[in-house]
């Protein structure tokens, strides 16, 4: 990393995701993987560890808001893949690190699968189950919508190792090589970024080493509580990418479309939303830098993380649903991007867990605080 990654990360956007190719990407995985491979070979995260490193943190967040602002299918692949390689290189042995670092350098993929059918919200209810032998580990259960599962070369899975304690004392953390014996992955038809599939995942029975536990046997919970905390951060920063993109074009296309004899963005209605998302994309951008500063100074702000998702998200889907609006019957229309901003920034309403159980936590917190 350099003191101009930064701009070398939106010129390598504007290369390679012009809105041709974004178009020509939809529904490609191939060209997802090819074009992630592309972006992490640059070296912009050689590693990431919070601590050790806050400046590449930083950076991985300014990279999540200028990505997502082109294409989200490729802020969720980035999004997916380095939250694994922290958790690899934070939490990992030292092999794991060594992936992590491949995952960085674009050279191996992975994805996380926590969730299943009936424990989504309700993570209490996982019934996937590791069970230890004299020689191995054994994975048993069935995973849904773990995202990139089909492409990826290694899944982290949550699972219960301790059946007889709580969650938060008896689940762990496994790297499972997709290719092991015994599972299969069925991926599932989206409304955007098929090119990039969620999968249903089912695990019969598969052997695994027995150094297969990243951070420790029933410390799982730490590790995929810190992955959570740091995957909704890049959350809100693509909700503050996308809407900063969706704001520029409004400018544009408001001050060139003609309605009654004058541009569109001359009507008070008009141009008083685009101040209003101007003041709320900048509002967002705040809380989530705040949120990012604390978490790098070593505190746990619980409060501020969970607080940056939710505004950032609320703020993105009501953004994406004016400029539908604002841009009239052509937002209906595949031609125009709008409807596409629409349709992928949902994904900010259930990634890293709903708002309804962000606000959970934090009504937790608050009542601890005063
Ligand atoms: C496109 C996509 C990609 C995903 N990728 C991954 C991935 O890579 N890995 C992974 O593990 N998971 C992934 N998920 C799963 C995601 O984390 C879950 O969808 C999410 O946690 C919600 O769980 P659920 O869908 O089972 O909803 P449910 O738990 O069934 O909840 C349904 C509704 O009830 C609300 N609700 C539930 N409980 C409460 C409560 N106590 N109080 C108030 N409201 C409540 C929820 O907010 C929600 O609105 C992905 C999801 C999507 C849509």
Request: charged letters at 20%; one cysteine or more.
């Amino acid at each position: 990393m350099t003191a101009n990654s930064s701009n070398e990360i939106k010129d390598w956007c504007t290369t390679h995701l012009t809105e041709k190719i974004i178009r020509k990407i939809d529904n490609d995985q191939t060209s997802v993987v090819r074009s992630y491979k592309d972006f992490a070979g640059n070296g912009w995260f050689e590693s990431l560890n919070i601590f050790e490193d806050p400046e590449t943190f930083r950076l991985l967040i300014e990279a999540g808001k200028i990505v997502s602002g082109y294409s989200s299918a490729i802020s969720n692949i980035i999004g997916v893949n380095y939250v694994c390689a922290m958790m690899l290189t934070t939490f990992g042995n030292d092999h794991q690190k060594e992936i992590g670092k491949k995952v960085l350098t674009g050279d191996i993929l992975t994805c996380f699968s926590l969730t299943e059918h009936d424990a989504g919200s309700d993570i209490q209810n996982i019934k996937t189950t590791a069970t230890q032998t004299d020689t191995d580990w054994v994975l048993h259960g069935r995973k849904y919508l773990s995202t990139g599962a089909v492409v990826s070369d290694y899944i982290l899975v949550v699972a219960r190792t301790s059946t007889d304690k709580p969650l938060n004392k008896g689940m762990s953390l496994f790297l499972v090589p997709r290719e092991a014996g015994g599972i299969e992955i069925f991926p599932l038809e989206k409304i955007a970024t098929n090119e990039y599939a969620s999968c249903e995942i089912n695990f019969d029975s598969v052997r695994l080493s027995q150094d297969s536990i990243i951070g420790g046997q029933d410390l799982g919970w730490g590790v995929i509580a810190f992955a959570g905390a740091v995957e909704r951060l890049m959350i809100a920063a693509s909700c503050v990418g996308l809407s900063l993109t969706i704001l520029k074009y409004l400018n544009e296309y408001t001050g060139q479309r003609i309605v009654q004899g004058r541009p569109l963005y001359e009507i008070q209605l008009i141009n008083h939303q685009l101040v209003d998302m101007t003041i709320k994309i900048k509002a967002a951008d705040l809380l989530l830098t705040n949120a990012v500063e604390l978490l790098i100074s070593g505190k746990t702000p619980t409060l501020e993380i969970c607080g940056a998702k939710v505004f950032a998200s609320e703020m993105q889907q009501e953004i994406s649903l004016a400029a539908m609006k604002i841009i009239g019957g052509r937002g209906y229309l595949k031609e125009y991007p709008v409807e596409r901003w629409l349709r992928e920034g949902l994904l900010s309403l259930y990634a890293g867990g709903t708002n309804e159980l962000q606000k959970n936590i934090m009504a937790r917190h608050l009542q601890k605080k005063f």
